[in-house]
């Protein structure tokens, strides 16, 4: 599967070396083996979208820098979703990287999952995400589609939008 799209990251390539050794260990032979992967991906210069939350960086974003953030993840994510069907289950400010002129590109997929012909759910025996962008009903059922990435969005769009983080984050809150 080929993705490409100006709002998601472009995988330039990946390597993955194993190391394979036979010890002694109580006058036994075992088997030792030693696997490293590495993903080589497209640089984008200006980090993570999470920085950019408060205005405390760099100023933070504009208005305007804001809106084009925000609907280039809408792309990203409709290109995801329709073309590619890819539902990437971990979208957070912290996933999403800023390329020139603050052009949001979508990465780490480690916990996405690709849907067949004909599929719209995934139904997953785990629970994959970030506590606090998750959609309330994956505690229950773990069914994921679409409509999971759009709730985790609304967290984003949220944050971005008022420029902050959570507010227990910032503040002690008394619960009663």
Known sequence: MRVAHKNVVRLVGYCSHTQS????????????????????????????????????FHGGLDW????????????GLRYLHDEVRIIHRDIKESNILLGDNHVPKIFDFGFSTSLRDGESLSVDKGIHGTIGYMAPELITDRTYSNKSDIFSFG???????????CASENRNVELV
């Open 155 to 165: 967290v984003v769009m949220m944050k971005l939008l008022i420029g902050s983080t």
């Open 21 to 56: 050794e036979v010890l002694e260990y109580d006058g036994k032979s075992v088997f030792a083996e030693a696997r490293q992967r590495l993903i080589c991906m497209e640089y984008v210069p200006d980090g993570t979208l999470d920085k950019y939350i408060t205005d405390e």
């Open 64 to 75: 305007n820098h804001r809106y084009k953030v925000l609907n280039g993840i809408c792309h």
